[in-house]
């Protein structure tokens, strides 16, 4: 089936740094979806990407759906320590098809 | 406040005990999921419901069965568990069924944490 892939595991950046993460596969998607999970909580959606080379904001975040539909990336601008969290995207490959979760990237901030 | 809410946030049970897991959704959606988070792996989608109609088991064990009375609630039937079990049950919904050739977004409630003794 299909998979996406997201590394690293983990990421530790500075409070105020930009953070960028991928998710990448071999199979072409056509939607792309991150998603973001609190410690105790579920995961809550951050950004819906459904079209090849969309670039979709949502406050400080930044996400893009790749040209060869093969890739998104999500971008985080000026971190702040809530931004902690576990960071997961997820896609489907056809409308007709399962929503694939990749494993998720753990962030840390220092303050 | 969510959309999705479930209920108990946290449950253990031992493994000859029964219990159920809760879930109901504020959203109007027509299609709810159950899934299974362990750590370190990829969400694995347990069970699929569409307008209060099963479209989907994903080879669950019969020890997990989910019951679904109407569109805006659904249940997990605990029974006879293993420590194996032990994880991060999250539903979810979304307006239409996702991959009846529909991409709508699944929104997630904050899940029932489950530890079988």
């Known amino acids: 089936g299909q998979q996406l892939n997201q590394s690293p595991q983990s990421m530790f950046i500075q409070e105020g740094e930009d953070v960028s993460m991928n998710c990448t596969s071999s199979?072409?998607?056509?939607?792309w979806l991150w998603y973001k999970q609190d410690p105790g909580e579920g995961p809550v959606l951050l950004i819906a990407?459904?079209?090849?080379?969309e670039l979709t904001s949502n406050g400080r975040l930044t996400a893009q759906f790749g040209i060869t539909r093969k890739d998104s990336f999500l971008n985080i601008s000026a971190s702040i320590p809530s931004d902690v969290g576990i960071y997961f995207c997820?896609?489907?490959?056809?409308?007709?098809?399962?929503?694939?979760f990749g494993k998720g990237i753990t962030l840390s901030v220092r303050p | 406040e969510t959309g999705v809410t479930q209920t108990p946030r946290h449950l253990v049970m031992g493994m000859t005990n029964k219990k159920s897991l809760k879930c109901e959704q504020h959203?109007?959606?027509?299609?709810m999921y159950w899934y299974k988070q362990s750590a370190k792996k990829p969400l694995e989608l347990m069970f699929v419901?569409?307008?209060?109609?099963?479209?989907e088991n994903n080879s669950v064990p019969s020890r997990f069965s989910p019951e679904c009375p109407n569109s805006s609630h659904l249940f997990l039937h605990l029974h006879t568990l293993q420590p194996e079990d032990s994880a991060l049950y999250l539903c979810?919904?979304?307006?239409?069924?996702?991959?009846?050739?529909?991409?709508?977004?699944?929104?997630f409630g904050d899940g029932t944490r489950l530890s079988i003794l």
């Open positions: 419901y569409n307008f209060k109609e099963q479209t």
């Open positions: 199979s072409i998607f056509n939607t």
């Open positions: 959203l109007g959606h027509n299609a």
């Open positions: 979810a919904s979304s307006r239409t069924l996702t991959g009846r050739y529909s991409n709508q977004p699944q929104h």
């Open positions: 990407l459904y079209k090849a080379g």
């Open positions: 997820a896609g489907q490959t056809g409308a007709n098809s399962k929503l694939t």
